[in-house]
């Protein structure tokens, strides 16, 4: 029997039993929540053989969801004083939190919550936290950037400069030789100023980050690292019962008319240079069965994608496809490894809540490649290059021992390349009416 899942609820439960078990995360103004991986969850409890899974939730050296590393870090470290941490960028680690969920019987889940930081002094970018706090420099005037020097080193502002001398240039430490001597002990006639003033009039903000609080300077001046890093788990169970909506006899009977007006649209929607072989082996069974249902809670995306390697297609008709598409000057070619296709289709909710109506993204790319079986483009005509320059010689009455140079001279005159593509990045973006494939 076909069914759809009502996967917003699945979401909605699984987000909540993060939100309960992940202890580490509780107060933190950030939410982890399971955003991604629609299509495969719903493989994962659809398809009876399947008893385990995993997926990533967050990944901390991720640009957007550092401030979650931060948080975990200066959590640990909260009592340390000053200290220095960095989670790990190198490829064989893991980072971040990961969801691994097990099957327990056809309506219920067991979900695992990874918490994994790798912490690494070489292969990261460390930054300098305080008990449990994260030190964020670039937001503190020049003047909290000496307080918190001061707190480091744990001295006073009198004895600040003789802290900071064996750590600073030789360049830096003669801005200061009217002030103090050789060890930064300070003269008598600046005894009674403020420390603070002195070093702004004399190095700027700019010379006092990079002399002083560089995470280098700080290893060198002592700050420890923290370097051990840690996994935990948080577990919890789903109940899924009343997430399945199975489609009746109609809508069965309605997914094959479904398919067809989705291939019918993007053969339409597509450049020549995509092969509509390539369409037809799109699997949108489950596109299908997800319109098919018409019922809101299933509305969800729904990705379906095909890559196509070694065409044995007419390799000059898609050449030219290509080539037209991307209105292309006289150029070479390789096409030794033929032709790579690739279509991806994604399903969205119309934002008015239409169950009939859809809204559709639709990427595509299509490549020949190659180190040899050169192609030659020119004006507008498609050629072998071999064949391109045995016309030259016979017309310039050449010597085939002059073909290699005659080559080399046409790779020099015009433009060449190792991969002749036509994609879209962005995406085309479509609307399908199906409402007419539906009984009342």
């Given at each position: 029997m076909k069914m759809q899942l009502d996967i917003n609820l699945i979401y909605s439960r699984i987000n909540q039993g993060i939100k309960d078990t992940v202890e580490s995360l509780q107060g933190f103004p950030r939410e982890l929540a399971l955003t991604d991986g629609r299509e495969a969850l719903a493989k994962f409890i659809k398809n009876n053989s399947a008893t385990k899974g995993r997926i990533e939730l967050l990944d901390f050296n991720d640009n957007d969801y550092y401030q979650f590393s931060d948080h975990l870090i200066a959590r640990r470290g909260k009592g340390r004083g000053f200290y220095l941490a960095g989670v790990s960028y190198h490829h064989s680690t893991e980072t971040g939190f990961f969801l691994r969920f097990n099957k327990i019987s056809a309506t219920e889940i067991e979900c695992i919550v990874e918490e994994k930081v790798a912490l690494s002094a070489k292969d990261s970018l460390m930054r300098l936290y305080e008990n449990d706090t994260r030190v964020y420099m670039g937001d503190l005037?020049?003047?909290?950037?000496?307080?918190?020097?001061?707190?480091?080193?744990?001295?006073?502002?009198?004895?600040?400069?003789?802290?900071?001398?064996?750590?600073?240039?030789?360049?830096?430490?003669?801005?200061?030789?009217?002030?103090?001597?050789?060890?930064?002990?300070?003269?008598?006639?600046?005894?009674?100023?403020?420390?603070?003033?002195?070093?702004?009039?004399?190095?700027?903000?700019?010379?006092?980050?990079?002399?002083?609080?560089?995470?280098?300077?700080?290893?060198?001046?002592?700050?420890?690292?923290?370097?051990?890093?840690?996994?935990?788990?948080?577990?919890?169970?789903?109940?899924?019962?009343?997430?399945?909506?199975?489609?009746?006899?109609?809508?069965?009977?309605?997914?094959?008319?479904?398919?067809?007006?989705?291939?019918?649209?993007?053969?339409?929607?597509?450049?020549?240079?995509?092969?509509?072989?390539?369409?037809?082996?799109?699997?949108?069974?489950?596109?299908?069965?997800?319109?098919?249902?018409?019922?809101?809670?299933?509305?969800?995306?729904?990705?379906?994608?095909?890559?196509?390697?070694?065409?044995?297609?007419?390799?000059?008709?898609?050449?030219?496809?290509?080539?037209?598409?991307?209105?292309?000057?006289?150029?070479?070619?390789?096409?030794?490894?033929?032709?790579?296709?690739f279509i991806s289709l994604e399903k969205y909710l119309r934002s008015d809540g239409s169950k009939d109506s859809y809204r559709f993204e639709l990427r595509f790319k299509s490549r020949v490649s190659g180190l040899s079986n050169y192609m030659f483009y020119k004006d507008g005509y498609l050629m072998y290059l071999d064949d391109f320059i045995e016309d030259v010689m016979k017309e310039n009455g050449l010597s085939e021992d002059q073909y290699e140079s005659v080559r080399e001279e046409i790779f020099e005159t015009y433009q060449n390349t190792l991969s002749l593509s036509h994609w879209d990045v962005i995406g085309v973006r479509l609307s399908i009416d199906f409402s007419d494939l539906f009984e009342d």
């Open positions: 005037s020049y003047r909290e950037l000496i307080d918190l020097f001061i707190r480091i080193f744990q001295c006073t502002p009198n004895t600040l400069l003789r802290s900071m001398f064996p750590y600073i240039s030789n360049e830096a430490r003669l801005k200061f030789d009217d002030v103090c001597d050789e060890s930064g002990e300070i003269n008598d006639e600046y005894a009674d100023q403020d420390i603070r003033e002195l070093i702004e009039s004399r190095i700027t903000e700019e010379e006092f980050r990079d002399e002083m609080l560089g995470c280098r300077k700080l290893v060198e001046i002592g700050v420890p690292i923290m370097n051990r890093g840690w996994s935990k788990s948080y577990k919890f169970t789903v109940d899924i019962s009343d997430a399945f909506v199975h489609l009746n006899e109609s809508q069965v009977k309605s997914i094959p008319a479904i398919e067809a007006r989705i291939r019918e649209v993007l053969n339409e929607k597509v450049p020549r240079s995509v092969e509509r072989r390539v369409i037809d082996q799109l699997n949108l069974d489950v596109m299908a069965e997800n319109i098919a249902v018409r019922d809101p809670r299933c509305e969800t995306g729904v990705f379906t994608s095909i890559e196509v390697e070694g065409s044995d297609d007419d390799l000059e008709n898609i050449a030219l496809a290509i080539l037209e598409g991307r209105k292309c000057e006289d150029i070479i070619f390789g096409t030794s490894d033929g032709i790579e296709q």
